[in-house]
């Protein structure tokens, strides 16, 4: 099969994300270009080192690139302040200077945490993204959006530090778990939701195939992703406008997160895919978008078989009122307004600055009602 390559276009800070299966295997001569001494800093976690890191360890070792390598506990948990100052630590004891290399192998916490450490480190030091999970390859690893969680909440501190170089390999999704597979899903569709509605036919049709594990379809729909994700970066990478979009279902997500003490009761991307629901709920009964829209995503998500009602979250949730209330800690809040992402149909969303609040209590309490 053939290495796609998606294009950053960042002027100075421009890259290129590859996407193809076997990258792993060549990665020593995928890196080396960008090498000015032959010795690399790798961190990732448990669960991806006992299945991958020999793989990158030899392919670097091929061509004669030293690797030394750190690996933190998997899960969410790891992206904080105590794995933050872990990982900064030891690439410091490791003598990672600022014309060196750090690869991030691993999901979105690995990139995101590794990501922070990279630009903080010495004032910023080059990294290189391997996403090893399907979210990671379709949105966190593109875009330069690193950061750490705090008990205020996910993201709050963080900063734009762009990877050098993103090698996206297909094959290591064949070792996901069903369940992390199905919560990168939630960020793929959002991409045919928020901007293209071919790509939203096409996961309705291929979907289920490329879930089954077709490395064709896998391919195409992480490709297409990127390319998406990259349009919108190049034109807005600090989230001016329409970087924005990106945010889909996330209003909805990140205070379900909270809610469930960003515990494996409910995964990122299965926050997600509920938060696109929601977010066409709300939409259409702003009256933007028809009523068959909701129920189309709905229908979609259902049959992929991720998580979709709030009804999918195990244990006790908070009520409309604390869920909002939650909302409002959201860093997306622009002068204290609440700011969704809203949709006029498939494919067409846009930023809305003033949802007025009691519609949002009555999509909440409405879909809480599918919990009892
Ligand atoms: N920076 C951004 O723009 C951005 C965008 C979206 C999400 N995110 C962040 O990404 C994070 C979620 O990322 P995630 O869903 O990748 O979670 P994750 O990194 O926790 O990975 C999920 C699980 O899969 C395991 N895993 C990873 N690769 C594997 C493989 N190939 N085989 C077997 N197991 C593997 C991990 O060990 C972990 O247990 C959240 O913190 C979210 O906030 C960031």
Redesign the pocket.
């Known amino acids: 099969m053939t290495t796609d390559l998606v294009p950053v276009a960042l002027g100075a800070r421009s890259y290129e994300v590859r996407i193809g299966a076997g990258l792993i295997e060549r990665a020593g001569a995928e890196i080396a270009p960008l090498l000015r001494r032959k010795r690399v800093a790798v961190i990732t976690?448990d669960?991806?080192a006992s299945?991958?890191l020999l793989s990158l360890a030899e392919a670097l070792e091929a061509q004669g690139i030293a690797m030394v390598a750190l690996s933190i506990p998997?899960?969410?948990g790891s992206?904080g302040w105590e794995q933050y100052a872990r990982c900064s630590e030891w690439l410091l004891e490791q003598k990672i200077e600022r014309r060196d290399v750090v690869i991030a192998f691993?999901?979105?916490?690995?990139?995101?945490l590794v990501g922070f450490a990279c630009a903080t480190l010495r004032r910023g030091v080059r990294f290189v993204q391997i996403p090893?999970?399907l979210?990671?390859q379709v949105?966190?690893s593109v875009?330069g959006?690193?950061g750490i969680n705090t008990a205020q909440g996910?993201?709050l501190i963080g900063a734009f530090h762009q990877p050098s170089l993103v090698l996206a390999d297909i094959a290591?999704?064949n070792?996901?778990?069903p369940r992390?597979f199905l919560?990168?899903y939630g960020?793929v569709v959002k991409y045919g939701l928020l901007g293209d509605a071919a790509f939203f036919d096409w996961l309705e049709i291929n979907g289920p195939a490329m879930a089954a594990g077709d490395m064709g379809l896998r391919q195409y729909a992480v490709k297409r992703s990127v390319e998406m994700k990259a349009g919108i970066v190049s034109r807005d990478e600090t989230e001016e406008g329409e970087r924005a979009l990106l945010n889909l279902g996330h209003t909805f997500c990140h205070a379900l997160e909270k809610a469930t003490g960003y515990s494996s009761r409910l995964?990122?991307?299965e926050g997600v895919a509920i938060g696109c629901a929601l977010a066409f709920e709300l939409s259409q009964r702003m009256g933007l978008c028809s009523q068959e829209a909701p129920s189309r995503v709905r229908a979609h998500l259902k049959a992929m078989g991720t998580k979709v009602d709030l009804a999918d979250i195990p244990g006790d949730l908070l009520d409309a009122a604390g869920l909002l209330a939650l909302m409002g800690q959201d860093k997306k809040v622009v002068d204290g307004k609440l700011r969704f992402i809203l949709a006029r149909g498939i494919g067409q969303a846009f930023v809305a600055d003033d949802v007025p609040g009691d519609l949002v209590t009555a999509v909440l309490t409405d879909a809480l009602r599918g919990r009892s």
């Open positions: 976690d669960t991806v299945h991958h998997p899960g969410e992206k691993g999901g979105g916490v690995v990139g995101d090893t999970t979210l990671a949105d966190s875009g959006k690193t996910k993201n290591v999704l070792t996901l778990e992390d919560a990168g960020e995964l990122h991307g």
